[in-house]
T-cell receptor, first 114, second 111 residues
Framework: NAGVTQTPKFRVLKTGQSMTLLCAQDMNHEYMYWYRQDPGMGLRLIHY???????AKGEVPDGYNVSRLKKQNFLLGLESAAPSQTSVYFC?????????????FGAGTRLSVL | GESVGLHLPTLSVQEGDNSIINCAYS??????FIWYKQESGKGPQFIIDIRSNMDKRQGQRVTVLLNKTVKHLSLQIAATQPGDSAVYFC??????????FGKGTMLLVSP
């Protein structure tokens, strides 16, 4: 019973490089989310999706793009990485994003941009 | 693992004590609230939730209290154990299918 799986777990990038973070969930959830977590800042929403083929901006979307081509996968892309994007990234999914939005989280991706 | 606790409010308790973690929320229109636990190097884990039409909800060793008048939420943990050491986040339903998370409180339990 995997739940929410994030790959990779760790990554080091040089400034200007690009990468894609993959999130996969096996719970048939409609809603998926990408957050970043910085020390003392809590979780900040980057982008989210309310269903296959949809995406929407969160609180801190600049410098990131997302795609939800399949219901079970939600991809987060960094086109040109910057040191300010050094963070821990969490993906989450939820069955009901409206009345009872319990989000289930992956283990995180730790990204360093040098 | 990564330190998410830098500059966080910290509550230190002895094993066996009861712990109370507080959270102030911002939106008086929020109708749903969740508490999460995050251990070092792991993702947040759901603990308990409460709707705005309730003022108290109990789980196993945990109780959430909601005071809508002052927009305050608290998480009570009974007989705190070393395994309860973690960062605790409250979150409110901010509409548009999203949650807004607080900055968290670190709970340290000493044996």
């Amino acid at each position: 019973n995997a739940g929410v799986t994030q790959t990779p777990k760790f990554r080091v990038l040089k400034t200007g490089q690009s990468m894609t973070l993959l999130c996969a969930q096996d719970m048939n959830h409609e809603y998926m989310y990408w957050y970043r977590q910085d020390p003392g800042m809590g979780l900040r929403l980057i982008h989210y999706s309310v269903g296959e083929g949809t995406t929407a901006k969160g609180e801190v979307p600049d410098g990131y793009n997302v795609s939800r081509l399949k219901k079970q996968n939600f991809l987060l892309g960094l086109e040109s990485a910057a040191p300010s994007q050094t963070s821990v990234y969490f993906c989450a999914s939820s069955y009901d994003g409206l009345a009872k939005n319990i989000q289930y989280f992956g283990a995180g991706t730790r990204l360093s941009v040098l | 693992g990564e330190s998410v606790g830098l500059h966080l409010p910290t509550l230190s308790v002895q094993e066996g004590d009861n712990s109370i973690i507080n959270c102030a929320y911002s939106n008086s229109a929020s109708d749903y609230f969740i508490w999460y636990k995050q251990e070092s190097g792991k993702g947040p884990q759901f603990i308990i939730d409460i709707r705005s039409n309730m003022d108290k909800r109990q789980g196993q060793r945990v109780t959430v209290l909601l005071n809508k008048t002052v927009k305050h939420l608290s998480l009570q943990i009974a007989a705190t154990q070393p395994g309860d050491s973690a960062v605790y986040f409250c979150a409110e339903n901010s509409g548009y299918s999203t949650l807004t998370f607080g900055k968290g409180t670190m709970l340290l339990v000493s044996p």
